[in-house]
């Protein structure tokens, strides 16, 4: 699938996974159950990611960072309002691609904030925040590689991180085309990337921006270079618990305030354009859906004059 040809449908799934049943279960507090157990906590249970960046990463400290935990960090505050406890603590709480979804599901975290695709499978199980990000499906290939698309690695190995949805667009590519690929998995993108780099695979299938990410992050510009058609659509957003509208109401009131106030798109530049803190920069301008979306964020006075 071409990104370009998928954009429309995509944003409007995504919005629409952003419905809550209109009724949900509410504490003594009147709050309800996730935001009820945040207030008798007095902390908010970050899921992160070790080796998504730029989206949630760790620092040379060894420090949770990211664009995608900077969003959480304002819903965060939000919560503070909504619950009347503005000395909220964060505890962050290391997920996997594998086991984020249970995570939010047992209530090991509040709200996770790495590089989740919003797609109607997942939006049976849990909830999602407005459109933070539009990725897809690319291969990742050293640069001696006459590899241009999945096609020319009929046969051959691709890695995956295990619980994502690029492994299942690789699956079905596989399918439709009788490849013969063997599909490897690796438990993180780090570990799928060290598979590359190893030689145990012929090139490692996951979102563009991340493998744009993971170069950057290593400084291998050089030896490894992304490639390919779009093999899916994923359009990223901050997970949590489904069925409680008053949370999803506290998240989309997040995002409109950073749209209102015009503090989206320079948050875009500071995690996509500017150096990351641990030095590298990915150089990547907001794409016109994502653009497009945070200005419908925007319910300021200017923004419908």
Request: aromatic share 6%.
């Amino acid at each position: 699938m071409r990104l370009s040809t998928a954009i429309s449908g995509g944003l409007l799934l995504a919005a629409c996974l952003l419905a809550t049943p209109a009724s949900a279960q509410t504490g003594s507090d009147g709050l309800s159950p996730t935001l009820s157990a945040i207030k008798g906590r007095h902390n908010v249970r970050l899921g992160y990611r070790e080796s998504s960046p730029p989206f949630s990463f760790l620092d040379q400290s060894g420090r949770p960072i990211g664009y995608s935990l900077e969003l959480c960090e304002a819903i965060v505050e939000e919560i503070g309002a909504e619950v009347d406890d503005p000395n909220l603590k964060i505890d962050y709480v290391k997920v996997t691609s594998d086991d984020r979804i249970d995570a939010v599901l047992q209530g090991k975290i509040d709200l996770e904030c790495g590089s989740t695709t919003a797609n109607a499978e997942r939006g049976k199980r849990v909830a999602f925040s407005p459109l933070m990000f539009v990725a897809g499906t690319k291969l990742m290939v050293p640069k001696a590689s006459n590899v241009q698309s999945l096609t020319d690695l009929k046969g051959k190995t691709v890695v995956v991180t295990k619980g994502t949805t690029n492994e299942l667009a690789i699956q079905a590519a596989d399918k439709k085309s009788s490849l013969g690929l063997n599909i490897a998995v690796g438990a993180d993108h780090e570990q799928s990337y060290q598979m590359l780099v190893d030689g145990k695979a012929d090139a490692f299938a996951t979102d563009d921006i991340l493998l744009f990410g993971l170069i950057a992050r290593h400084k291998a510009q050089d030896k490894y270079r992304v490639t390919g058609d779009y093999l899916s659509y994923d359009p990223y957003g901050i997970m949590f618990r489904k069925g409680e509208p008053q949370l999803s109401a506290v998240v989309e009131r997040t995002f409109r305030k950073l749209g209102s106030n015009r503090d989206l798109v320079p948050l875009y530049n500071k995690w996509f354009i500017a150096r990351l803190p641990t030095g590298e920069r990915l150089n990547v301008p907001i794409s016109l859906q994502l653009e497009e979306a945070f200005k419908a964020m925007d319910d300021s006075a200017s923004a419908n004059n």
